[in-house]
């Protein structure tokens, strides 16, 4: 059994211990969601008649509207949250002070302030259409929050990268287009698709100020007195396409990293740390 300076691989009373764990903790899991279920059925929620509303063609139809409607605004206002992420980044690495000090004013407002407060106010204060409202405060918001991911990401890649390339007498948006960011963006990835899935769920935000997305529907129905208030049932079928459609972000990102990490460009950059990787110099597994 090979072990390194950091990670000692469990022995066999660990093993056994963690699949205890595990057979433990699943039958837990599997007891709440049997109570959980156990709950729902006492109470009447898979009754036919609370299932019934989504039969009707003008529910699906409203459904899928406000489905359709979510995914433009969400993806209207992850594509301006990139681009503001990348112009405040770029603003608060700049060498001009006023430029930087303006730049970080604005993240640190914009990341400080409530993104609910925001939609409310361009929807009241500037009488914005709620579309507009609702993109206009998500992108504030995530494109500030993202302005941070980018600088950070910029400042991990290690010093010498950029110096080398000041070496080799080039500019500063060639070290930052040709030598920075394409590093920083491997390492960024995981946090921008998590962003990008927090900027998803917010859209569900539009619903108070009467845009007509997804939750925005299942409310109408739920709120449908001819329907005898199917609550339950409209969550049980929102939630599971909320969920599928944030891990389906996930799994992209999973996707591209697994791409990136197979070209044969900068496969030795970024691959993958095994547990089992040795120190140099060590004994060879």
Wanted: proline content about 6%; some cysteine.
């Amino acid at each position: 059994m090979s072990s390194t300076a950091l990670y000692d691989v469990p022995g066999p009373r660990t093993r056994a211990r963690h699949r205890l764990y595990g057979v433990v903790a699943t039958v837990v899991i599997l007891a709440l969601l049997a109570w959980v279920c156990y709950l729902l059925v006492d109470t009447g929620q898979f009754a036919g008649r609370k299932w019934t509303p989504f039969e009707y063609r003008g529910i699906q139809e409203l459904l899928l509207r406000g489905l359709g409607n979510t995914l433009k605004a969400f993806a209207v206002a992850a594509v301006l949250s990139l681009a503001l992420g990348a112009v405040l980044a770029a603003g608060r690495l700049s060498w001009h002070r006023p430029v930087r000090w303006l730049c970080t004013l604005l993240v640190e407002f914009f990341r400080a302030m409530p993104v609910l407060v925001m939609i409310f106010f361009i929807y009241v204060a500037l009488r914005a259409e709620p579309v507009t409202a609702l993109v206009a405060g998500l992108t504030l918001y995530n494109g500030s929050v993202l302005a941070e991911v980018f600088r950070a990401g910029v400042h991990a890649v290690e010093r010498g990268q950029h110096e080398a390339a000041y070496a080799l007498g080039m500019r500063k948006t060639q070290v930052m287009t040709h030598v920075l960011v394409p590093q920083a963006v491997r390492a960024m990835l995981p946090t921008i698709i998590s962003q990008l899935v927090v900027a998803l769920k917010d859209t569900s935000l539009g619903f108070l100020i009467t845009y007509e997305e997804f939750l925005h529907a299942g409310k109408l129905i739920a709120s449908n007195l001819d329907y005898d208030l199917p609550f339950i049932p409209v969550v049980l079928v929102i939630s599971p396409i909320y969920i599928g459609m944030c891990m389906l972000l996930s799994w992209f990102a999973h996707w591209v990293g697994r791409r990136q990490r197979r070209n044969p460009k900068i496969e030795g950059e970024v691959a993958a740390a095994e547990p089992g990787t040795l120190l140099p110099g060590g004994p060879q597994p």
